[in-house]
């Protein structure tokens, strides 16, 4: 029965009883009809499905308001149980994010790969900067090379006098030499390592006809004639010996001619080049640092002009090497 039926079946009887309290006339054929209608409708009354309807718009309710998330009842906690609650979520919200930082969600395999990654680009970064590094050395060499062949070339037309005093020992001297002859040459690495030039020679011989003669005292006789030996001078010796067969004195003839060279090494390690001079601006072994950008023309003019014995600033460019 619906709510409609409801009322009016309500109304009928409100009438009756209405018509019963004032007396009123009523058939009574209609009054038993009313009673009829009244036993039928409470007879088909289902109280088990009332049952199941009001169960199920309860469950529907119920589900409708689960569904809604914006409905949410707090929990009502005492003022000091509120504080503490606040702080040990802080608590543990600080310990996750420790936790998270402290152990990665990553694995120890992509942390290897980062790492690997990272130590790969620096390998690679390091081998452009030194395969920038080698072809500058290389490029200052060939350039070095294609200068000292042309120098020596021309050298060994003109044979110009190298005006250059080098000091012997004490007060003796050898001077007043010229340029005989010069030879340049280069070698390369092996193929297989890039084949670049590692070293540029050139060697030149100086002479004059003068002949020095220098005595020496028994003691200092072998000590001189080593000296003449590393220095690369010819030389006749006299010994003069006594009674004994021991040397006494001995004089030497040095003859005025000399042997100079300066050998170009590339340092590819260090970036550099090693120039390492024999018997060139004075007697013996002198090595010097020289930056492989250096090497312009004007660099190598000023190293011609030390070599022919002409006024120059070739040792302001240049680095002793200790």
């Not at 002859?181 to 011989?205: C, H, I, K, N, W």
């Not at 100079?260 to 390492?276: H, K, M, T, Y």
């Amino acid at each position: 029965m619906n709510k409609l039926d409801k009322k009016e079946t309500s109304n009928t009887i409100l009438e009756a009883i209405r018509a019963k309290r004032d007396n009123r006339t009523s058939n009574a054929d209609e009054i038993a009809r009313i009673e009829e209608s009244l036993i039928a409708d409470i007879e088909a009354f289902d109280l088990d499905a009332a049952e199941r309807n009001a169960r199920r718009d309860n469950i529907t309710q119920s589900a409708a308001g689960k569904a809604n998330p914006g409905i949410s009842f707090p929990k009502i906690l005492p003022a000091g149980e509120a504080f503490h609650h606040k702080k040990k979520s802080a608590a543990q919200a600080a310990s996750n994010a420790t936790n998270a930082n402290a152990h990665p969600e990553t694995s120890l395999l992509d942390q290897l790969r980062q790492q690997a990654a990272s130590r790969q680009r620096e390998i690679n970064s390091a081998e452009v900067e030194r395969t920038v590094i080698n072809e500058t050395i290389d490029n200052a060499l060939q350039q070095l090379f294609s200068f000292l062949h042309e120098l020596v070339q021309q050298l060994n037309i003109v044979r110009p006098e190298v005006p250059r005093r080098y000091l012997l020992i004490d007060r003796y001297e050898i001077g007043e030499m010229h340029w005989q002859d010069g030879f340049a040459d280069y070698r390369t690495q092996p193929q297989s390592a890039g084949a670049m030039v590692e070293l540029v020679t050139f060697t030149y011989q100086l002479s004059a006809p003068e002949i020095i003669n220098i005595g020496r005292d028994a003691l200092v006789v072998e000590r001189f004639r080593t000296l003449l030996f590393d220095y690369g001078l010819q030389a006749s010796c006299k010994e003069i010996r006594n009674e004994r067969r021991y040397i006494e004195r001995a004089e030497f003839s040095v003859k005025s001619q000399l042997s100079v060279s300066a050998r170009w090494r590339a340092d590819f390690s260090q970036g550099r080049i090693i120039l390492e001079t024999r018997n060139l601006e004075r007697l013996g072994n002198i090595n010097y640092i020289v930056r492989p950008e250096q090497i312009d023309q004007g660099f190598l003019d000023e190293f011609g002009r030390m070599v022919l014995g002409h006024p120059n600033r070739f040792r302001d460019l240049v680095q002793r090497l200790i």
